[in-house]
């Protein structure tokens, strides 16, 4: 039996958090791990966010703390519509998703839609793209892809 996405590493396990720098000075504590300096995700006239099928504005700071083999992203999002602010809203701090690097982006997605589970939001970051598969309702998580260029 293949992977639906070809691969199955997890590359990322995602959290949503409403204060970073609060957040990442506790994970760097409690790692013993340099305290990441967050980024703030592209301007929407680069990053072409669509959340529910729609132009969002939304952003986020993100930080990152690589783990060996796996990454660990904090996400604090902003206001606008997103399913980082709607999962935060909803569910409150916690596992947002868990992420692989796919190659075929566009055909991963066909794939996936396929077997029943529908985009939720897609964007882009320098050098690459990203999706947020609604696999929650059998995964109890969503998958993220990851597409470097």
Do not use: C
Not at 4 to 29: E, F, M, N, P
Not at 131 to 136: C, K, N, P, R, V
Request: proline share 6%; net charge negative.
């Amino acid at each position: 039996m293949s992977s639906l996405l070809g691969t199955s590493v997890i590359a990322q396990i995602g959290l949503l958090v409403h204060d970073i720098d609060k957040t990442s000075r506790v994970y760097a504590d409690f790692f013993g791990l340099d305290v990441p300096t967050p980024i703030l995700t592209d301007a929407p006239e680069i990053a072409r966010t669509e959340f529910a099928g729609a132009p969002s504005p939304a952003r986020a700071r993100l930080a990152f703390f690589n783990m060996g083999s796996l990454q660990l992203e904090l996400i604090e999002p902003d206001a606008h519509p997103s399913t980082w602010r709607n999962h935060l809203d909803e569910h409150g701090e916690g596992v947002h998703h868990i992420a692989f690097q796919i190659e075929g982006m566009a055909e991963k997605i066909r794939v996936l839609e396929g077997k029943g589970y529908p985009l939720q939001q897609k964007g882009e970051y320098t050098g690459g793209r990203y999706a947020y598969m609604d696999t929650a309702p059998d995964l109890k998580v969503l998958v993220e892809l990851l597409e470097n260029d």
